[in-house]
């Protein structure tokens, strides 16, 4: 069966939008398993980002990190707590390119689904199309296409939906680690000329620190915010970079991981939900 | 060409194989020529009615393209309300395969007793045969469809019509032809019932027609030869249909290597 249309409640019109950005304050969430039981994703978790800043979530397996993007994409209501959002494009997981479209067609199906010709829809996606190193793909279908070409359509199709948020549910975790490393460069580099506020979860620290603005550490279930890293750092970084790896170790520590989790923690045990979600405020 | 040939060579020496044991059980004269004649016997008559049968087998044919169609149009159509409205659904399936149930053979002659011996009680008759498998298939079809998929266009803001347009329509599409490749080759049958129960006069009735109006007369090389040919239209349907399906959805075809 199909899935069943729910009302978008968290992005409709009547709650404040939030400049462009999100805003998430207090907010828990939960749902139910295939048995029926209660499992709470999210718990009192604050959390927000500015217009064009890069917000990653970092957070083991299971620490509602989907729930809060469908959240923030309006897939799911809050059960408790308030969530400010703009409209939110969502590029998940696993690309899911429309397989009997063309790249070019893929591309562009959120101009079609807004009501563009299908003539002036492909335009509009074709001139992203050379920029994104995608040129004579255009005819492609997503099986012709690398996995990384694939993540590049998605990603196009996402960003060509002219919403001010995008929500990237681990973009490059299905990739093998060179082409994961050029695609980090090649992300930074594309919201460098469509700057865009950014959801970024991923299982990646350090893809993390070397392309967030800001860093939110979630808990194990039910997801709390454990930590939240300014990353003030030029860009482009390096991952080899010394500030780089002293972010990774702090944001490591706080996942209860690295070499200085001992010591770190020790410090870092004070920052809970509460807390944390005060610090890292942009001006 | 010489693949193609490759692929082919069990089944040609399958059947050289069943062709000669059947040669030589019908040569060794354990059973009349009248009710198993020799294989060489019905290519024979193959050769000399060949006008006749090509004949008849453009009527059979009309019968089973144009029954298959309405099929596919019905089966297909049937399928998406089904999938759109669960109570529909609820509604529809069970009589739908009860329909499969109903014995044509009985109703075959109830239907030329209401509908005359025109084509239309021989339609019915493929239809009703045919489109069960396509029905089937489209469901499926639709409700295959990876639900993540259909969220990811919400979150384009996707209408549920341009979700079913750009999502469900083109995953479906392929289904049905599928369902309709499975139905081709029970609906010869249907088209035999059918043209056995209704073509009373005429040369030109059918293979099925045919079939009984030779044995009936003890022409029975030429029923075997009329049968013959039904085989080779109900083989050539599918194939045809299995490319058709191929060139609809190669996407799906990447990881299939059978029936080609």
């Known amino acids: 069966m199909p899935t069943e249309l729910q009302p978008r409640a968290p992005s409709t019109p009547q709650i404040a939008r939030a400049n462009d950005g999100i805003s998430l304050s207090d907010v828990s969430r939960a749902y139910r398993d295939q048995r029926g039981a209660s499992v709470q994703a999210l718990a009192s978790v604050s959390l927000h980002a500015d217009h064009g800043e890069l917000l990653a979530v970092v957070g083991p397996s299971g620490c509602g990190k989907t729930t809060l993007l469908e959240l923030i994409c309006g897939l799911q209501s809050p059960d408790r707590g308030v969530l400010q959002c703009s409209p939110a494009a969502l590029m998940p997981q696993r690309d899911l390119l429309l397989p009997w479209l063309s790249a070019l067609d893929n591309a562009a199906l959120a101009l079609r689904i807004a009501g563009l010709p299908r003539a002036e829809a492909r335009a509009r996606a074709a001139e992203l199309f050379a920029e994104l190193g995608l040129e004579g793909f255009e005819a492609a279908h997503p099986h012709e296409l690398s996995g990384g070409m694939r993540q590049r359509v998605a990603f196009l199709r996402t960003l060509l939906s002219g919403k001010p948020v995008l929500c990237l549910d681990e973009p490059f975790g299905a990739l093998d680690a060179i082409t994961r490393a050029e695609m980090q460069a090649w992300l930074g580099r594309a919201l460098e000329r469509e700057p865009r506020t950014v959801v970024l979860v991923t299982h990646d620290v350090e893809e993390a620190i070397v392309l967030a603005d800001r860093v939110a550490v979630l808990s194990p279930r039910p997801g709390r915010l454990r930590a939240e890293i300014e990353v003030d750092l030029p860009r482009p970084r390096s991952r080899t970079d010394a500030a780089v790896i002293a972010l990774r170790e702090r944001a490591l520590s706080a996942l209860g991981l690295g070499a200085a989790a001992g010591q770190e923690m020790g410090m870092r045990t004070g920052m809970d939900s509460g807390t944390a979600a005060g610090m890292g405020s942009a001006p | ?260």
């Open chain 2, 1 to 260: 060409m010489k693949r193609r040939l490759v692929n082919a060579m069990p089944a040609i020496v399958l059947v050289a194989a069943l062709l000669g044991a059947w040669e030589i059980y019908a040569d060794s004269g354990a059973t009349s020529s009248s009710i198993l004649p020799a294989p060489h016997t019905i290519a024979q008559s193959l050769w000399s009615n060949a006008g006749l049968l090509s004949h008849n087998l453009s009527v059979t044919a009309e019968e089973v393209a144009l029954g298959l169609l309405l099929a596919l149009a019905l089966g297909f159509a049937l399928g998406v309300l089904i999938h759109l409205s669960p109570a529909l659904r609820r509604a529809c399936y069970p009589l739908t395969v009860g329909s499969q149930a109903v014995p044509i053979a009985v109703i075959a002659p109830l239907l030329v007793f209401l509908l005359g011996f025109g084509l239309l009680p021989k339609l019915i008759v493929i239809v009703l045969i045919c489109f069960f498998p396509v029905v089937v298939t489209t469901v499926d079809g639709l409700a295959a469809v990876d639900p993540d998929q259909l969220k990811l266009l919400r979150t384009l803001d996707a209408s549920r019509l341009q979700a079913f347009r750009f999502a469900e329509l083109p995953a479906a599409l392929p289904a049905a032809i599928s369902g309709a490749r499975i139905a081709v080759t029970v609906g010869v049958i249907g088209a035999y019932i059918a043209e056995s129960q209704t073509a009373t006069s005429g040369a030109y009735a059918g293979l099925g027609h045919e079939i009984n109006a030779d044995l009936s007369s003890l022409q029975t090389a030429r029923a075997y030869a009329a049968a013959v040919v039904l085989f080779a239209f109900a083989i050539a349907c599918f194939y045809t249909l299995s490319e058709v399906e191929r060139r609809l959805a190669p996407w799906a075809n990447q990881s299939r290597g059978d029936l080609r």
